[in-house]
Structure formats: C-alpha cells, structure tokens
C-alpha cells in the first residue's frame, strides 16, 4: 500500500487512515496533523493550506493529514481528538477559538503529543501545554497600525504624535485570538503615540468582507465625520473602503488594516488606501511545518516563534511584492 504524501480528509474519514498511519511510522516518517480554522473564509486561509501542502510534499520525511474546522469550534475539537486517537507525531492547531480548544490541547499533551499553534495563539491558560507558537505577533502588528493611523491623521506632514481625529475601529471575529490581539496593540499603543486621536466605536467585522461593508454603512449613518477607519485585517478595510466610496466619503478617511491583501496592495496603488502590515501566509504556513518538525526532532524552538511582519504604505509599497491572496 502507498501512503499519499499529503492528505486531505475531514474529521469522519481519519479512521480509513489507521493503516497508513502505521505505516508511515514503521517507515521512520514523520506523520504531522493540521487543523485549520476556516479555509474558505478568506484568501489568506486558502493561500496558507496550498503552502503547507506544498512545503509538506516537498519534504521527502514528511506526511501530512490536512483537516479544516470550517470555523466551528466544535468541529475542531473532534478534529483534535481523533489526531490523538492516530498518534500522530505532532499536531498544528489554527485555532477557531483560543480558549476552547485549552482542554484538547492539554489532552494532547497528556497523549505524549506535541502541539505547534499557528498564527492566532492559545488562550494564556493553554500556554503551558503547547511545544511552540509560530506565527505574526499581533499585538505588535496592532501597535504598528497605531502608528500608521498617526501618521495618517497628521496634517501636512507635522508630527504623528500630535495628530487628532474620530475614527473607527473594525476588528475581526469575537474570540479569535488575533482579533483580541491586534485590537489590543491598535488601542493600547494609538492612546500613547497619538491621544489626540479617538475611537468612537468598535464593531466585529469577522474577517469578513461583505459584513466590514455593512458594519461601515453603518458607521456613515450614524457619524457625520470620521478620520479614519482601522480594519483587522485588508478583507475587512477594503469592504469599508468600498462602502465609504458609495457614500461619496471615502477621500476625507484615512484607512489603516493589517494582513495586506492583493486587494489592499492595489487600493494603495490608487492612492485609496493609507497603510497596512505585509504578512505572508506562505511564510506564515512554511513557519509552521518547520516548527513542527523541529519539535518533533527534539530541537531546541522558542516558545513564541514570530515571524517578521513590517509596515507597507503607499511610501514604500514598491519595497513588497504584490500578495497573492
């Protein structure tokens, strides 16, 4: 029998691949599991599995078992469960909720598994059970955007830390550990780089683009003059940039977000979008399997192993290659 080099199933087809399993590890493989948060919600979701895959097939000692939780909690934890029950050699959780998935990742542990976390960390509590985080730090990607939103906000080049205005924020979805964190960077650092500078309102956007519009029409009905719009990530600010376009509006707002999107990249190129932070989900998934098998070889990995992710405006958008998610 061959085993494929990588495979993607959901959670009720991981018993067929008992078999395999063992005998990848009579082979001396190592066999890594993956459970995502929800591929089909956003490019850079899609984008990170195609990578992984891809990193994971060009690794001749490497065999993956690909699962997606499709946002649902619930869904993740059986995911995270039957990874157990397959004894793979490590596992790398996505989390659709940092706090929940705390008493499977402890079972993983428990199980003699180690868990890799990816992108958006565990809840604190979770902390202790898990080899590695690999991913962007968010807060700092949050305090980087604060600082892009000064700059925004300052008039005619004089000094960010002077700037004022009313802006609003739409952040990513309620629970989600990146969403906490990056709103925490944006706010705590904008109160300090810039306190003339204030959010009058906050509402979840869930990374979603077509609610980000609808979140900002709103936000348009009810204020009669908004600075600036900070977005979790580029999905959502290009949703409320589009909404501020139909209202005629769009050129009195500056509009700062994190994670550049293609669609980002080029709302910059047309000079209708102020800034962002480059993050790249290839880098962001090649990250996460290297980290996964160094754990799993026994090599020494930081707890929090973060990636770079630095600030692209329309300055320096040339310096980036264009994202292809």
Do not use: H
Request: proline content about 4%.
């Amino acid at each position: 029998m061959t085993a494929l080099k990588s495979v993607l199933v959901g959670a009720s087809a991981l018993a067929t691949l008992s078999f395999a399993g063992a005998a990848l590890a009579a082979d001396g493989k190592i066999t890594i599991g993956i459970t995502q948060n929800n591929v089909g919600v956003d490019s850079y979701q899609t984008t990170y599995e195609k990578a992984f895959i891809k990193a994971a097939d060009e690794n001749p000692n490497v065999d993956v078992v690909v699962l997606d939780a499709g946002g649902d909690v619930a869904r993740q934890i059986a995911q995270i469960q039957d990874l157990i029950q397959q004894k793979v050699d490590a596992i790398i959780i996505w989390p659709t909720n940092g706090k929940a998935v705390v008493p499977a990742v402890r079972k993983a542990k428990q199980a003699g598994i180690p868990v890799v976390i990816t992108n958006s960390n565990i809840a604190e509590e979770g902390m202790d059970f898990i080899a590695a985080f690999s991913g962007p730090n968010n807060i700092t990607q949050g305090s980087s955007a604060a600082e892009l939103m000064c700059e925004a906000l300052a008039k005619d080049g004089a000094d960010p830390t002077k700037a004022e205005g009313q802006i609003v924020q739409i952040s990513g979805q309620p629970g989600y550990t990146t969403a906490i964190e990056r709103q925490k960077g944006f706010e705590d650092r904008l109160a300090d780089a810039c306190p003339g500078v204030k959010i009058m309102e906050t509402q979840p956007g869930d990374w979603n683009r077509e609610k980000a519009q609808r979140v900002m029409e709103n936000f348009l009905v009810k204020y009669d003059k908004i600075d600036g719009v900070y977005s979790g990530d580029d999905n959502m600010g290009v949703g409320a940039l589009n909404a501020a376009k139909a209202a005629g509006r769009a050129k009195d707002i500056a509009f700062i977000g994190a994670t550049n999107f293609s669609v980002g990249y080029e709302a910059m190129e047309r000079g209708e979008y102020y800034g962002s932070i480059y993050q790249s989900p290839v880098d962001d998934a090649e990250a996460a399997l290297k980290t996964a098998v160094a754990v799993v070889k026994g090599e020494e990995v930081p707890k929090l192993n973060y990636f770079e992710t630095p600030k692209i405006t329309q300055a320096n958008m040339k310096d980036f290659d264009k994202p292809v998610f």
